[in-house]
């Protein structure tokens, strides 16, 4: 099949590459130095500035340590400056490891009863290969998120900290994958030789129970109820008693986050409608993850708006492109890739979506944007990755990686355009479970 490459094709190529002295330049550095060091762009780290003509941050950085939980440390992290400021505290972390823990046991359930309800499918439907390649990994949504508080609520690191697997989850994540799958066969095992959904539900039930067992060895056992109590920046001690987890959400999240919704850019579809996901869900039964698509310049007036009320943006992008780690710097032209290769990649976000080169990979909070002649320049980007790197865990954004690689931001309805407004009433378009918009951050 095709037209083979032949030994004289090779021969000229060999022979052009050598008559170009920058073809031997190029190769003798990137050959002794790694690629990024060699190309990022030294102009537009020199024109960087690091201040910002509105900053809410005051506080120190997360660290998601070595796991996938950006999505919820960004969520907790969007409501943590309320609650400081309800609490009279410095500083005040919520945990991450509870809403972990359950999103681990929800996402079971829901991926064993999507087994259900596709098992008159063969093995090999594409639906089916997708949800069998990663049916438990981290990442996850801001509805996703939602969901889980909505249902589990919040408590305070204290109530429930951070445990060995927590912070580095792969093994963890290694035998609930391998559990899942095994189920998955069983459960198709027993409808595929006549048995009923009813006993297919029954041995999904025990595999639920199996499931619980293994979470609270490597997390521990979330608690029903826990003692509040606290002293505040002013050393006054403050004692509230015995709290659960959805009454500490209602009364110490200071963020009305039951009026937010989830705003995208995709340039492949219609603006002003609604998307969904097939099967995209951790909470069975609950909200599905429900998308409203607008254009670029749109999600960034919103997210300035916001900035500039005061409010940080929890957002998803694709994080990695790029970037420069340890400076903590975003720019659509960080790197002289192009021009070193001296080859032209050519493609659009669009086309980026279409041809698998990106997608939503990571989840963060917009704490600051600094804004000229009323348009923003760049933007302050609170991360989870401790602080040792970018700026003590803070990074910056120029504008024009935004329009290239942001995808999502969480925003109140009140500050959507009577255009958005009118979107959010359309009947959602489900795309296929493997389509990039559902990739998880």
């Known amino acids: 099949m095709g037209m083979t490459i032949t030994d004289k094709q090779i021969a000229e190529l060999r022979k052009a590459f050598d008559a170009n002295p920058a073809n031997k330049v190029a190769q003798?550095?990137?050959?002794?130095?790694?690629?990024?060091?060699?190309?990022?762009?030294?102009?537009?780290?020199?024109?960087?500035?690091?201040?910002?003509?509105?900053?809410?941050?005051?506080?120190?950085?997360?660290?998601?340590?070595?796991?996938?939980?950006?999505?919820?440390?960004?969520?907790?992290?969007?409501?943590?400056?309320?609650?400081?400021?309800?609490?009279?505290?410095?500083?005040?972390?919520?945990?991450?490891?509870?809403?972990?823990?359950?999103?681990?046991?929800?996402?079971?359930?829901?991926?064993?009863?999507?087994?259900?309800?596709?098992?008159?499918?063969?093995?090999?439907?594409?639906?089916?290969?997708?949800?069998?390649?990663?049916?438990?990994?981290?990442?996850?949504?801001?509805?996703?998120?939602?969901?889980?508080?909505?249902?589990?609520?919040?408590?305070?690191?204290?109530?429930?900290?951070?445990?060995?697997?927590?912070?580095?989850?792969?093994?963890?994540?290694?035998?609930?994958?391998?559990?899942?799958?095994?189920?998955?066969?069983?459960?198709?095992?027993?409808?595929?030789?006549?048995?009923?959904?009813?006993?297919?539900?029954?041995?999904?039930?025990?595999?639920?129970?199996?499931?619980?067992?293994?979470?609270?060895?490597?997390?521990?056992?979330?608690?029903?109820?826990?003692?509040?109590?606290?002293?505040?920046?002013?050393?006054?001690?403050?004692?509230?008693?015995?709290?659960?987890?959805?009454?500490?959400?209602?009364?110490?999240?200071?963020?009305?986050?039951?009026?937010?919704?989830?705003?995208?850019?995709?340039?492949?579809?219609?603006?002003?409608?609604?998307?969904?996901?097939?099967?995209?869900?951790?909470v069975a039964g609950g909200p599905p993850v429900v998308y409203l698509n607008v254009p670029s310049d749109e999600m960034k007036d919103i997210t300035q708006k916001l900035l500039e009320d005061g409010v940080p943006v929890w957002m998803g992008c694709d994080v990695g492109k790029e970037m420069d780690r340890k400076g903590g710097y975003w720019d659509a032209n960080l790197f002289n890739v192009s021009e070193l290769y001296g080859v032209e990649y050519g493609m659009n976000k669009e086309d980026r979506l279409r041809h698998g080169q990106t997608m939503m990979t990571h989840a963060m909070l917009f704490t600051g944007v600094d804004v000229v002649d009323g348009k923003p320049r760049r933007w302050r980007v609170e991360n989870s990755w401790g602080d040792d790197t970018g700026q003590k865990g803070y990074y910056t954004m120029n504008d024009s990686w935004f329009d290239e690689y942001m995808f999502e931001i969480a925003a109140p309805k009140d500050y959507l355009t009577e255009q958005m407004q009118a979107g959010l009433e359309t009947e959602p378009v489900v795309l296929p479970a493997w389509d990039p918009m559902g990739s998880l951050a």
């Open 28 to 282: 003798n550095a990137v050959t002794s130095v790694q690629l990024p060091d060699l190309t990022l762009n030294r102009n537009i780290v020199q024109e960087i500035d690091n201040t910002f003509s509105v900053k809410l941050d005051e506080w120190k950085v997360t660290s998601q340590k070595r796991s996938g939980r950006c999505w919820l440390f960004a969520a907790l992290n969007l409501f943590r400056p309320g609650t400081m400021k309800k609490l009279n505290v410095k500083d005040f972390e919520f945990s991450q490891a509870h809403i972990h823990f359950w999103d681990k046991f929800e996402r079971s359930n829901h991926f064993l009863e999507a087994i259900i309800d596709t098992a008159d499918r063969p093995v090999d439907d594409r639906t089916i290969h997708f949800l069998l390649s990663d049916p438990i990994g981290d990442g996850g949504q801001w509805n996703m998120a939602m969901n889980l508080i909505e249902k589990h609520g919040l408590v305070p690191k204290t109530a429930y900290p951070e445990s060995n697997t927590s912070s580095a989850t792969r093994w963890m994540n290694t035998e609930l994958k391998n559990i899942l799958r095994s189920s998955a066969s069983e459960i198709r095992a027993i409808l595929d030789n006549g048995g009923s959904e009813d006993e297919a539900r029954a041995h999904k039930e025990k595999r639920v129970a199996d499931i619980w067992t293994m979470l609270c060895i490597h997390l521990g056992t979330p608690p029903t109820t826990f003692d509040w109590q606290w002293r505040d920046k002013d050393k006054k001690f403050h004692r509230k008693g015995s709290m659960t987890p959805q009454e500490f959400a209602e009364e110490y999240v200071d963020v009305d986050w039951r009026n937010y919704v989830c705003i995208v850019n995709d340039p492949r579809n219609e603006y002003y409608q609604t998307y969904t996901v097939d099967y995209l869900q951790n």
